[in-house]
């Protein structure tokens, strides 16, 4: 039963374009939310985070939102560069400090 | 800088082998995982730490065991390699502590290939 799903296994989009990943979750007790970026044949670094009691929080490119009555989050990538081409995860805490992960999705952003 | 590193980036092992894998963190952190990615599954939970000579079995713990035997060294043992367990196996630690999260920091991860 997977928790948390990223049904776009993979995304194109056109340098200095808008990216769009996509995360939903089944499981309404999940408090903390994070997105991992990860390059071949590196370990996933942490990107950005929210908590449960917001709906958007913002890093630079990077904005994450949170539709807790859709179950629902997302990250922004604006303006996409080539170097954000990478897989990323969506993961949601629970039962304090372990994380379930998404299947990811590949994204490729050409010039 | 947290720091984070695996004792092998690529590993062929024949099935039925014992086959150790290691982590070693070097910030102090209580917590530590260890988890394998699949194409198409994510990242799953095989087993974690929160303490020495603490574990607990995650979300596909099944033909796995880990010991911890101090803070910074985590081991993931395979005691008898199977082919279905060819993957990459990543470990991470976090200083999680009293509701307030703290992001996982993960090693390069390990490429096992099991013949």
């Known amino acids: 039963d997977q928790q948390v799903k990223q049904n776009s296994p993979s995304l194109s989009v056109q340098e200095g374009r808008i990216s769009i990943l996509n995360c939903d979750y089944t499981?309404?007790?999940?408090?903390?939310f994070l997105w991992y970026k990860k390059y071949p044949a590196e370990g996933p670094t942490f990107l950005i985070s929210i908590s449960s009691i917001k709906d958007k929080n913002e890093d630079g490119r990077f904005t994450v939102f949170l539709n807790k009555s859709a179950k629902h989050l997302s990250l922004h990538i604006v303006p996409s560069q080539p170097g954000d081409s990478a897989v990323y995860f969506c993961a949601a805490d629970y039962q304090g400090g372990k994380l379930i992960f998404g299947q990811g999705t590949e994204l490729s952003v050409k010039p | 800088d947290v720091k984070v590193t695996q004792s092998s980036r690529y590993l062929v092992k024949r099935t039925g082998e014992k086959v150790f894998l290691e982590c070693v963190q070097d910030m102090d952190h209580e917590n530590m995982f260890w988890y394998r990615q699949d194409p198409g599954l994510g990242l799953r939970l095989i087993y974690f730490s929160y303490d020495v000579k603490m574990k607990e079995k995650g979300d596909i713990p099944e033909g796995y065991s880990v010991s911890r035997e101090k803070k910074e060294r985590f081991s993931l043992i395979l005691e008898s390699a199977s082919t279905n367990q060819t993957s990459m196996y990543l470990c991470a630690s976090t200083d999680y502590s009293g509701g307030i999260y703290n992001e996982q920091f993960f090693g390069p991860g390990t490429r096992l290939t099991v013949l």
């Open positions: 499981n309404s007790m999940f408090d903390y």
